[in-house]
């Protein structure tokens, strides 16, 4: 049969731990990209929480405005990353510059992009680590997120 194959985005979000703010992440631009054209997944730079399911707290604020990471479970960063995803978004300075250590080519640099970075061009504002802070604190990243993945399904779309 002559069909056109699918072409799809791989788009990757990074944090530390990848229990709090990258799986919000995931979950969130999923919510906003058609699944026929847009693969989006979360990792960690660290590995404490690989297998791991979100923290409650991120489960809980992700529900609250309809989008369940429930079954997200936790992965480590790999090298074959870098391949297999065309943008990937980190959360803060500490992640961008652990990602881009592990980078071998300018290729892959290019791929990396502060996530916040698509709404406050160029000002290096983080997405605060949530984890030991309040349900607000949550509530806040969530907002965070939802603005940034709103301007990225834009400019992917
Ligand atoms: P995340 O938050 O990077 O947004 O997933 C963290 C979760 C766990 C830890 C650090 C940050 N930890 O040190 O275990």
């Not at 790999?78 to 995803?85: G, K, Q, R, V």
């Not at 290729?107 to 607000?136: C, N, T, W």
Request: with cysteine; charged share 25%.
């Amino acid at each position: 049969m002559n069909e056109t194959p699918t072409t799809v985005t791989n788009i990757l979000m990074v944090c530390l731990g990848n229990i709090c703010r990258s799986p919000l992440a995931e979950g969130i631009l999923r919510s906003k990209l058609d699944a026929t054209h847009f693969n989006v997944d979360s990792v960690g730079t660290g590995d404490w929480h690989v297998g791991n399911p979100p923290d409650p707290r991120s489960v809980k604020v992700g529900l609250s405005h309809g989008v369940d990471i429930s079954g997200l479970r936790g992965r480590q960063l790999s090298e074959s990353d870098f391949n297999d995803f065309d943008h990937i978004y980190v959360m803060d300075q500490n992640n961008l510059e652990d990602v881009l250590a592990k980078a071998t080519t300018d290729e892959q640099r290019r791929k990396v992009v502060m996530i916040l970075d698509v709404v406050f061009h160029g000002e290096k504002v983080d997405v605060p680590d949530p984890y030991h802070g309040s349900a607000e604190d949550f509530e806040r990243v969530y907002e965070m997120l939802d603005t940034a993945c709103d301007q990225i399904a834009k400019e992917l779309a």
